[in-house]
């Protein structure tokens, strides 16, 4: 229980994990977080070095709140949401590859970025929910690299990578605000200056 140094976060990822109603996408997921690479540093590392949740167990914190912001989409389909939930918990899992204990990043990273290394080191995993569910993991492939541009052909990939961007990027300037309030800038409410039309 005291493997994260923020409380409850280590539970809440594992009970994130636990509402996967896909038995293989289940069996991934604890998979990967019982990795020995995965163990060892995911849960005590920050999420960056100066940006944000950059504190021991940032990049957990910071996992958990996208999870969890991707989890309340109630629009989203059941397999949809699931996918959201588990490319959410996975989105950075590349950097436990990807910086040295000092938050520098080693060579991999620096040629492929954090997100390909993370796809490249879990193609173990992926390729075995592929046998089970291809679409799901096609998916997680895409949401996982991060890849949103059109293609050549004029096909898109997955609309899941918008959602997991704006997820992302919603954890990053909450956790700014908390951190640095006064260089965060966040539009004000209307205000009336003159009183409501008559009709």
């Given at each position: 229980?005291?493997?994260?140094?923020?409380?409850?976060?280590?539970m809440?990822?594992?009970?994130?994990?636990?509402t996967f109603?896909?038995p293989?996408l289940?069996?991934m997921?604890?998979?990967?977080?019982c990795?020995r690479?995965?163990?060892?540093?995911?849960w005590?590392?920050?999420a960056?070095?100066r940006?944000?949740h950059a504190f021991a167990g940032g990049?957990?914190?910071?996992t958990l709140?996208?999870a969890?912001?991707?989890?309340g989409?109630?629009?989203?389909?059941?397999?949809?949401?699931?996918?959201c939930?588990?490319?959410?918990l996975?989105?950075?899992?590349?950097?436990v590859?990807?910086?040295?204990?000092?938050m520098f990043?080693?060579?991999?990273?620096r040629a492929?970025?954090?997100?390909?290394?993370?796809?490249?080191?879990?193609?173990?995993?992926?390729?075995?929910?592929?046998?089970?569910w291809?679409?799901?993991?096609?998916?997680?492939r895409?949401l996982i690299s991060?890849?949103?541009?059109m293609?050549?052909?004029g096909?898109?990939?997955?609309?899941?990578?918008?959602?997991l961007?704006?997820?992302d990027?919603?954890?990053?300037?909450q956790?700014?605000?908390?951190?640095?309030p006064?260089q965060?800038?966040?539009?004000?409410?209307w205000k009336?200056?003159?009183?409501?039309?008559?009709?």
């Amino acid at each position: 229980m005291d493997i994260c140094p923020i409380d409850g976060v280590y539970m809440g990822i594992l009970e994130l994990i636990e509402t996967f109603n896909v038995p293989a996408l289940y069996h991934m997921m604890a998979s990967i977080f019982c990795e020995r690479d995965v163990v060892d540093r995911f849960w005590i590392m920050p999420a960056s070095a100066r940006h944000h949740h950059a504190f021991a167990g940032g990049l957990a914190a910071h996992t958990l709140e996208v999870a969890r912001d991707l989890a309340g989409q109630s629009c989203l389909e059941d397999h949809e949401r699931e996918l959201c939930v588990a490319a959410g918990l996975l989105h950075d899992i590349g950097k436990v590859w990807s910086y040295t204990p000092d938050m520098f990043l080693n060579t991999a990273a620096r040629a492929m970025g954090h997100e390909l290394v993370g796809l490249a080191r879990l193609e173990r995993e992926l390729s075995e929910l592929e046998s089970e569910w291809s679409d799901g993991a096609y998916a997680l492939r895409v949401l996982i690299s991060g890849c949103g541009r059109m293609r050549q052909d004029g096909s898109m990939p997955s609309a899941l990578v918008a959602r997991l961007r704006a997820a992302d990027q919603r954890s990053c300037e909450q956790e700014r605000s908390r951190q640095r309030p006064k260089q965060v800038w966040t539009p004000g409410q209307w205000k009336s200056t003159t009183p409501p039309p008559v009709l």
